[in-house]
């Protein structure tokens, strides 16, 4: 799967998701921090990537439906340190292999993942 990590995720997460086989690339590596929730999405469209995010924007279906989307995984979690959100996105890398994601919203909580579409 090929992902688009936002500027508000660990820079790590690109490596996890290289070690687990994905095409991954951040908005910090393509130099492009700051760039618009809208433009983001358009991005991640044109290249057909997931988006990963902190941002609880992208959870608006109505101002960004999955339909139109490849996909988006957006973290919602008590604490957004470091060692915990590595540790959520450990934990979802094998529901991934099962789990459809694409033109869904999935946000990953501390008890599980709700899916959205």
């Known amino acids: 799967m090929k ?27 393509e130099k492009m921090a700051g760039i ?15 988006l990963m995010s902190l941002d609880m924007d ?3 279906i109505r101002l960004y439906p999955p339909v139109n989307c490849p996909g988006v995984l957006v973290f ?11 540790v959520s996105l450990d934990r979802i890398l094998s529901v991934l292999t099962l789990e459809p994601i694409s033109h869904r919203l999935w946000i990953v909580g ?7 579409e």
């Open 3 to 29: 992902f688009k990590i936002d500027e508000n995720l660990p820079h790590e997460f690109s490596g996890v998701l290289r070690d687990a086989g994905h095409d991954a690339m951040t908005v910090l590596e």
């Open 110 to 116: 501390e008890d599980g993942i709700r899916i959205r």
């Open 76 to 86: 919602r979690l008590q604490s957004h340190d470091k060692r915990r959100l590595l």
């Open 36 to 50: 618009s929730d809208q433009d983001l999405i358009a991005l991640c469209q044109d290249e057909d990537r997931i």
């Open 58 to 60: 992208f959870t608006d």
